[in-house]
């Protein structure tokens, strides 16, 4: 156990609803990254925070996707509109600096 | 060309032996290098980093790194059952965030 939980851990939906994925980091880690993947993969990245403020977005986060860290401390993670391609481990981690921690993630199914 | 390369396995080794994984990067900007370990259905777990050119040790880990050849490698001395999991070599870009993974090397130890 890292100290990064993600809330839910499992979420099944239907295509086309809207889901919401929450990250609570370690709590001095001033560093938040949201990673997706699939099987057979690696993570790729999507979103990273340091506090409050969203510095980096991947190309692969379409306009269905946003994130937000109020107050620099919990992440959320919002899909609009689920598609299938939208199934995956949604992982979460946190980072003092370099090391970056993982979460046990959420694994997301679209019907 | 991809950004990390690994193979992908299965590389089996007999128990008590070396395992040597590894991994090619194409970003001559890249900084530091990450080596996760990753059990079925579970997140990746950070191993150990490394950032200055030759070997890091941890226990039973070396991370070996060159970077002339663009290659990063992980050795697992007096391998273990418990070793067995999926391993992702990471990189990170100089004044970049995100990690770029490969997309692992699974690893089986023959007990």
């Known amino acids: 156990d890292t100290g990064v939980s993600q809330d839910p851990r499992h979420k099944i939906t239907k295509r086309g609803q809207n889901v919401t994925f929450r990250c609570d980091p370690i709590s001095e880690h001033n560093r938040l990254y949201w990673y997706r993947q699939t099987l057979g993969q690696g993570p790729e990245f999507l979103t990273y925070?340091?506090?409050?403020?969203?510095?980096?977005k991947s190309r692969l986060l379409s306009d269905r996707f946003s994130a937000e860290r109020p107050k620099g401390s919990f992440s959320t993670l919002e899909i609009q509109r689920t598609e299938q391609g939208d199934s995956a481990m949604y992982l979460c981690?946190?980072?003092?600096?370099?090391?970056?921690?993982f979460g046990p993630g959420t694994r997301l199914t679209v019907l | 060309q991809k950004e990390v390369e690994q193979n992908s396995g299965p590389l089996s080794v007999p128990e008590g032996a070396i395992a040597s994984l590894n991994c090619t990067y194409s970003d001559r900007g890249s900084q530091s290098f990450f080596w996760y370990r990753q059990y079925s259905g579970k997140s990746p777990e950070l191993i150990m980093f490394i950032y200055s050119n030759g070997d890091k040790e941890d226990g039973r880990f070396t991370a070996q790194l060159n970077k002339a050849s663009q290659y990063v490698s992980l050795l697992i001395r007096d391998s273990q059952p418990s070793d067995s999991a999926t391993y992702l070599c990471?990189?990170?870009?100089?004044?970049?965030?995100?990690?770029?993974f490969g997309t692992g090397t699974r690893l089986t130890i023959i007990p």
């Open positions: 925070f340091q506090n409050e403020a969203q510095l980096e």
């Open positions: 990471a990189v990170r870009a100089f004044g970049n965030e995100k990690l770029t």
């Open positions: 981690a946190s980072s003092p600096l370099y090391e970056q921690f």
